[in-house]
Structure formats: structure tokens, C-alpha cells
């Protein structure tokens, strides 16, 4: 037991003893006294703070210039009750804070409380010298710890006295008048009142800025800074003049703004007043220190525009229209509006009668996304195949807007609206049937009879039975419609399919391409033989290479349907099946021309009779990866497959934990279909994998469909179950894919093995641990799961290239140019690998014309993501110094 002053001990020697404890602790004990004070000011006086905040920001701002003078002084006298209340009641709570208060906060802050503990004195045992010393220890000990007293930080928090954050609007409010505002406004008051006459001293005031529109990219005029006698400005600049001191003193004469300038003395001697610049003159502030400027007024010109080419049009109807605008300060929109020519239209057959009415085409003309937009050149892009002005002349202007809302129109021209051409005639004619029908409705009678007409004999006009049933079901369905009339949905029913048989009849399928590919090829090698001319010879190469395109889009449509129809279908070519691009195509057959070009016959003949047997032989696959693969592959899209879940689950736990500390943070949305991403893995690499995750897949659909943390299916399976069930299945997942392991017996395939091993461990410990609901330890555990995996995947890797490089150098095997060897191989990305499966430093990652294709697409994406305001402001700065350099 220890006591503070004992009754035998001199009051003097106890009061000297305590002063020499508290020396080691004056200045601390100083500074946390002083602590103390701040925080009682600041929680007694905040209130008052506020509301000079408030009140000396309205006045910086001028807002007592914009209203009358009773306003003003209403205002004020609310702000004198406001400001005498808030120092009343701060009075009233401020206590001054004792020594012995700031004494008992500093001891509370170091461990043992050594200041109440160096002041005690011994109470019993004082005789035992045993006690005695060990007291003399505890006491040196306290004593000692005083030097390291601090003193303590103050809290200045007030929230709970201020729920609603009213002092930081009022600091808001003061630091918005710093920036915007000005001290001279304040002295604007005084000259409201009685006293008003002390501005009398000082003279009146006056600001003036100049404001240019935000799109001319100027700065503002400061007109107090202005010393110059003339002033540039561009059109529609603001101007906002200021005046302070007693109404009468100061007034505005101005010849800028376009006004009729007939003011009254009240609209003269305004103190605020702001116009705009619609012409040059003068502007002046009359009265003490005012001051005059010459106003030279910079036109803002109208945007120009103007075509800059030709249409240009691909083979299926694709129209490029290059056009090129420029304006003073940017274009900021245009528009492509086309409308008929009818008077240029030849009015014969089925454009006879008069053209419905229809609306103008009207397309948005694309800007540039990034740069300069005061001159550009860019390209309309569109397809009018289908519309009914489809090559027929029709009339086009450009406009073009700028910021400032002015137009400038190209003039209008006549062109033909190009479109896709037909050139088998049954497609034209049918093509020709659908412009009248969709020209005037009463056309329709005529359009059956045409149509009648030309299949009269089909066995002479149709290459195929399929293609007559096809044009007389259109036809019967056309006399059916016409005898009631034709209704907007009927005929739109009608045009759609007349598009689309015409373009089977120009197209034709597989076996019309191929023909036609036969009959080029033949009636090449025949001139080759007869040695025709080397026009002719030019003509009959570019027929085979029209042939060849055709063929070969038929081919990859045909193999798309396939694959469409047929996902599991095999797509990989065999063992003994060469791969070829379309560039190897052109290739040869530039090879081929320049043989003949040459006057090497034979060898020209030659080459095309192999390319012949390759293009009989050839198919079209979809890529690597879709269908059969090797197991190294399957191996490796099992363990990504695994990984990518491994992490789901990993993220889950870590926002359950999250959940436990921060209740209510996550939408019950955002858990819904995190649940269901988790719970429904992608596609499943292998039919064993599939059934490995059924478990996992049903208790992420059931977290999906709205349940809360904590509940499982129905009710009873607690949410750390669940991920637990996930975890425990994909754990046997990877069991399984562990056993079934390629590349056993290589020092990789070792390492992976032990990797994967590692792996599963790891996570039969998480799923211990999450039914245990211990999500710190579980996330541990799936971390460690995480990295062994990667471990394994990149063991297995090297494991594969190695077998790779040792099948390749064994006698007896195919080479790369034949089969699919991996140098043979292309990854995702349509990039060629290398002699081992990886893409080495020295090899090209896109040939060809891919790279521009490649690069295109690059920069459309990156505009696309530019033009998303949503993203952040760090990530479109970034896209935009991206669009800046390329």
C-alpha cells in the first residue's frame, strides 16, 4: 500500500520532492495543458467560427452587391444574433482545464503510470529494508520512465457535436470566396449603412475581367492589370465589370456589346453589369480611376467544309467518302444529309411513276477523337446497298458546326450513291425488281410479273432446283400481298428476302465457287498453252484471283457453320495437312504472274497446277484450340482453368473477411453475381473436369440468387460451408488432373508434379480452414495453393517443349513445313511460334498485312475507350497522350 503524503513527513520535503519529480515532465505536461485548451476552444467555439466563415465569404463575393439594402441589413442582423448565440454558448461551455487534469492525461499515456507513481510514498514495510529497497527500485524505475514522457497530440475532432459537417461547408464556403472572390468587395457594405461616408476617404473601386469562350482555349483579362489602350478579344468574349463605393460614383459607357446604346443613368451607374462582345468599339469606366480601352473584336469565321475524294466502294457495297473541314477554333460536329436527285433519275420501267416519300439519309460526319481540330481530313464510312437509292443519283451536303453554334455547308452536288454491284444477271434483275418495289408500292403487280417472267423457263436461267423454289415462293408471297396492298411490314418482309436471294444468286455457295474457280484456272492454263496475248493473259489472272477470294470466303463460311453447328468438331489439321493464310495464296499467284510475265510457261503452268490440287484439297479451319487437342495443351487449359477458380475462391474468402469487419459494404447485387461468376466456371476444358466442379458450380448459383452471408441452401449450410464445399471439389479436380499429368519421367514434369502436389496440400488446408470459418488462415492457404499451381503450369510448359525439340530432331519425323509441327502453329493472337512452341525475340510476331490490320484495330479500340467518360480521369489521360503520339 502506497499513500501520497504521509502524516509524519514534513509538508515542505514532500512539496520539494514532488517539484523535483515534475521537472522531468514540465514541458510534456506544458504542451499537453496546452493540447487541452485547443481542443476545448475548438469544441466550444466552432459554432462561431462557422458563421463569420459564411458571412465573410457572402461578402468577398459580393453577393451584398446583387440584392437591396434591406436585404442586407436583415442579413446582418441575423448574423449579429447568430454570432452573439454561438459566443454565448461558447463561453459557456469552455473550461479552462486544471494542471491536475493535463497532469492525469500525460501519466495515462505511458505504461505503468509512472508520474502517480513517482509521487506515492511507501505505506507499510517502511522499517524492512527489503521492502525499503525494493520500493527504492520501483521508485528510480518511475522515475526514469518520466524522460520519456511526450506530450499529448489533442483532439480536435468535433463530429459528434457536428453530425452534418456544417463547419467544413462554411470552410468551403470561405475557401471558395479565396479563389473566386475579392477583400475590396467586402469594403462594399460599409456604404450601406449610416456610416457610409468613410468610403469617402478612400474613393471608389472598380474589377473588370474579360472572359473568352471556353472553346477558344484563351485566358481570361484582368482589365485592372490592363494598362494598353487596345484590347483583343475574341467574339463573344463576357465582360463583368464591378463597381464599389457610393452609387453615382463610377459608370459604364461601352460600344461593345451591340446594345441600342440608349442606358438610363440607373443602367450606367449599375454596380454589377456584364454583356458581351458582339462588335469592336470602346469600353470605358468613367469616374475616379476609371480608365478606357479600344475593344478590337476577333470574328469568329464559320466552319468550311468540303469533299475531299471520290466514293470509294468495296465489293460489298462499303461506301468511303473522304472529306476535309477546317475552322478558326475546332469543329465540334458535322453531318452528311443525302437526298434524291430526282430530276438526274432515269425515269424509265419500273421508276415510271412517282418515288414515295421517304426521309433524308442523314449520317454523323466522325471527328477526330484527339488533336487539332481546326483543319482534319477524314472519311465517311457507310453501306447504302439495301437502301432504295442504291446507285441512282441522289444529292449530298456536308455541314459542319462549331462551338459556337455556327454552320458552314459544303455546296450541294449530284453523285450516284454507290452500292454493291450484281453481276450475275438473274441478281441484277432481281435486285432491279426489289428498287421498284421499294420506290412505290404500286409497283408491285409489275415487280410479279417481272419476276414471273424471268423464271419462265428456270432450267435455262437457275443453276440450281433450290434457287426456283426460292423465287416462286417470293413471288407468290408478292401476288398475295399486292391484292390487298401492301402494308409497310409486308413489303419490308418482301425487300429483305429479294436482298437475300439476290445475293445467293451472285454469291452462289461452295459449289458455285469452286466451279468458278475451276473455270478460271482452266481457262488460264489454256491461254498459257496457246500462248495468247499478255492482256488477255492479265485478264484470265485477275478472274482467278476473284475466284480465289470467293472461293475462299465461301470456304471460311462454310466452315464457320460448321463449327457452329458442330462445336465439338475437330478444327485442327492433321499430321500430314499443310496450313496456309490467304498471303500464301497471294503469293503463288504472284508467283505464278511473274513467270508468265517472264515467259516461263512451263514453270508458270506448273505452279498453277499445284496450286490447283492444293485449292481441291483445302479447308478452312476456325484456329487452334477449338476440338481435339494434345494432352500438354488439355494438361495446361485444365490447370489455367483450375487457377482461375482457385482465385475466385481466394477473392470470395478475402471479401467475406472483409464482410466480418466492415458489415453492410458490399451491394447484396455485387454479391449475387460474384456468386455466380465463382459458381459457374467458363467453359470446361475436359468432360471430367465438368463433373469434378459440379458441386462448386451449384453452391455458387445458389450464393447467386440473392442469399446473404450466412446462409446457405436452404438456410442450413452456413456461407464458410459453401466456399468450403468449392474448395474441397476443386481440390479432387486437381487430383485428377494431377494423375492423369503428361510428361512423367523428365526432370520438369518431376518439378511440376511436386509443384501440383504442393497445391493440393495447400488447399485441403484452406478447406479445413474455412470449415473452421478461420478466413485469414484460409486465404494463407489459397495463396499458397495460388503460387504452386503457377509453379506446376510452368514446369509442365518447359516439360512439353522439351519433348517438342526432342521429337523434332529424331530421324524419321516430318519436318516443320509439313504437319503441324510447332514451328507450324499459331497462338490466339494469330501469331506464328517458333521452333519450340514459344515466340523468341528474333521472330516476327505479325506478317504481312497483319500488322496494319493489327495496328488499326489497336487505335479504334483506344479511341473507343477514350470516348467513355465513365473511366477515370488517369486512365483517359492516358489513352489521349496515346492517340497524341500515334
Not at 22 to 27: G, K
Request: contains cysteine; negative net charge; glycine residues 10%.
Amino acid at each position: 500500500m502506497a499513500e501520497t503524503d504521509r502524516p509524519d513527513t514534513p509538508r515542505a520535503e514532500t512539496s520539494r520532492s514532488a517539484a523535483d519529480i515534475l521537472s522531468a515532465v514540465a514541458r510534456p505536461l506544458a504542451l499537453t495543458r496546452l493540447g487541452m485548451v485547443a481542443e476545448r476552444i475548438v469544441r466550444a467555439f466552432w459554432p462561431l467560427w462557422s458563421v463569420l466563415f459564411v458571412t465573410l465569404a457572402a461578402l468577398m463575393l459580393g453577393l451584398q452587391d446583387l440584392v437591396t439594402v434591406e436585404v442586407v441589413w436583415a442579413a446582418g442582423l441575423v448574423v449579429l444574433v447568430a454570432a452573439g448565440w454561438t459566443l454565448w454558448r461558447g463561453i459557456r461551455r469552455f473550461v479552462w482545464p486544471t494542471r491536475a487534469g493535463a497532469l492525469a492525461r500525460l501519466d495515462a499515456t505511458m505504461v505503468g503510470y509512472p508520474i502517480r507513481g513517482a509521487l506515492d510514498r511507501q505505506a507499510i514495510g517502511d522499517a524492512d529494508s527489503a521492502s525499503a529497497a525494493l520500493w527504492s527500485a520501483y521508485q528510480a524505475r518511475m522515475r526514469a520512465r518520466l524522460k520519456e514522457a511526450r506530450g499529448v497530440r489533442p483532439d480536435l475532432r468535433v463530429a459528434a457535436a457536428d453530425p452534418f459537417a456544417l463547419r467544413y461547408v462554411a470552410l468551403l464556403a470561405l475557401c471558395t470566396a479565396l479563389l473566386f472572390g475579392s477583400v475590396l468587395r467586402v469594403e462594399s457594405v460599409t456604404g450601406m449603412g449610416p456610416g457610409g461616408g468613410s468610403e469617402l476617404a478612400s474613393g471608389p473601386s472598380w474589377e473588370g475581367w474579360i472572359e473568352p469562350p471556353a472553346y477558344t482555349r484563351k485566358p481570361a483579362l484582368y482589365l485592372n492589370d490592363i494598362s494598353a489602350a487596345e484590347v483583343e478579344v475574341p467574339e463573344g468574349a463576357q465582360v463583368t465589370l464591378r463597381m464599389y463605393g457610393a452609387p453615382g460614383n463610377l459608370s459604364v459607357s461601352e460600344t461593345v456589346s451591340g446594345r441600342p446604346f440608349a442606358q438610363s443613368v440607373e443602367e450606367a451607374e449599375a454596380t454589377a453589369q456584364e454583356f458581351a462582345v458582339a462588335k469592336s468599339g470602346q469600353l470605358a469606366v468613367d469616374g475616379p480611376g476609371g480608365r478606357a480601352w479600344d475593344v478590337v473584336m476577333l470574328a469568329d469565321s464559320a466552319p468550311q467544309v468540303e469533299r475531299a475524294g471520290a466514293f470509294e466502294t468495296t465489293w460489298d457495297g462499303e461506301a468511303t467518302l473522304p472529306f476535309r473541314a477546317t475552322d478558326d477554333h475546332g469543329v465540334a460536329s458535322g453531318t452528311a444529309r443525302i437526298t434524291l436527285a430526282l430530276s438526274e433519275v432515269d425515269r424509265r420501267h419500273g421508276l415510271e411513276r412517282s418515288p414515295e416519300d421517304r426521309p433524308a439519309i442523314e449520317i454523323a460526319l466522325p471527328m477526330p477523337i484527339a488533336g487539332d481540330r481546326a483543319a482534319f481530313e477524314e472519311a465517311m464510312v457507310d453501306n447504302f446497298s439495301q437502301h432504295p437509292w442504291a446507285n441512282l443519283p441522289v444529292e449530298i451536303a456536308l455541314s459542319v458546326t462549331d462551338d459556337a453554334g455556327q454552320t458552314g455547308t459544303s455546296e450541294p452536288e449530284v453523285l450516284t450513291l454507290p452500292g454493291r454491284r450484281f453481276f450475275d444477271p438473274m441478281a441484277a434483275s432481281v435486285i432491279e425488281a426489289r428498287r421498284d418495289l421499294l420506290w412505290n408500292r404500286e409497283n408491285a403487280d409489275d415487280v410479279a410479273m417481272v419476276l414471273r417472267a424471268v423464271s419462265h423457263r428456270p432450267d435455262d436461267v437457275f443453276r440450281k432446283a433450290k434457287h426456283f423454289l426460292r423465287m416462286r415462293t417470293i413471288r407468290t408471297n408478292l401476288e398475295a400481298y399486292a391484292e390487298d396492298g401492301l402494308s409497310d411490314e409486308e413489303r419490308g418482309e418482301l425487300s429483305t428476302a429479294l436482298w437475300d436471294f439476290a445475293v445467293l444468286l451472285e454469291d452462289g455457295d461452295l459449289d458455285d465457287a469452286r466451279e468458278r474457280l475451276a473455270r478460271a484456272q482452266e481457262r488460264l492454263n489454256e491461254a498459257m498453252r496457246n500462248g495468247a496475248s499478255e492482256q488477255e493473259i492479265a485478264e484470265l489472272m485477275q478472274e482467278l484471283r476473284q475466284a480465289t477470294d470467293d472461293y475462299m470466303r465461301q470456304l471460311a463460311q462454310q466452315a464457320q457453320r460448321e463449327s457452329e453447328e458442330n462445336p465439338d468438331m475437330a478444327q485442327n489439321p492433321g499430321e500430314n495437312m499443310m496450313q496456309m493464310s490467304q498471303n500464301d495464296l497471294q503469293e503463288m499467284m504472284d508467283r505464278i504472274q511473274e513467270l508468265m510475265e517472264q515467259g516461263r510457261m512451263a514453270e508458270a503452268q506448273q505452279a498453277l497446277e499445284e496450286l490447283q490440287q492444293m485449292m481441291e484439297n483445302m479447308r478452312v479451319t476456325q484456329g487452334q484450340g477449338q476440338g481435339q487437342q494434345s494432352p500438354g495443351d488439355q494438361a495446361m487449359d485444365d490447370l489455367a482453368e483450375t487457377l482461375r477458380e482457385q482465385q475466385d475462391l481466394s477473392d470470395q474468402a478475402f471479401r467475406d473477411f472483409q464482410e466480418q469487419f466492415n458489415p453492410g459494404q458490399q451491394r447484396q447485387g455485387e454479391q449475387g453475381e460474384q456468386g455466380q461468376q465463382q459458381g459457374q466456371p467458363g467453359q470446361q476444358p475436359g468432360q471430367g473436369q465438368q463433373q469434378g466442379r459440379g458441386q462448386g458450380q451449384q453452391q455458387g448459383q445458389g450464393q447467386g440468387q440473392g442469399q446473404q452471408p450466412g446462409q446457405g441452401q436452404g438456410g442450413e449450410q452456413s456461407l464458410g460451408d459453401s466456399l468450403a464445399d468449392r474448395q474441397g471439389a476443386l481440390r479432387e479436380e486437381l487430383n485428377r488432373q494431377r494423375q492423369n499429368l503428361p510428361g512423367g519421367g523428365s526432370e520438369a514434369g518431376d518439378r511440376a508434379a511436386e509443384a501440383l502436389d504442393r497445391a493440393e496440400g495447400a488447399m485441403d488446408g484452406a478447406e479445413r480452414a474455412l470449415r473452421e470459418d478461420d478466413l485469414a488462415e484460409a486465404i494463407d492457404r489459397q495463396s499458397e495453393a495460388m503460387e504452386a499451381l503457377r509453379e506446376g503450369m510452368r514446369n509442365l510448359g518447359e516439360s512439353m517443349a522439351e519433348q517438342q525439340d526432342q521429337q523434332q530432331g529424331q530421324p524419321g519425323e516430318q519436318g516443320t513445313a509439313q504437319g503441324q509441327e510447332p514451328g507450324q502453329q499459331q497462338d490466339p493472337l494469330g501469331r506464328d511460334t517458333g521452333s519450340n512452341g514459344q515466340v523468341g525475340t528474333n521472330e516476327t510476331m505479325l506478317q504481312g498485312e497483319d500488322v496494319y490490320r493489327r495496328a488499326r484495330e489497336l487505335l479504334d479500340e483506344i479511341r473507343r475507350r477514350s470516348g467513355e467518360g465513365e473511366r477515370p480521369d488517369e486512365e483517359l489521360e492516358y489513352l489521349e497522350r496515346l492517340l497524341d503520339r500515334f
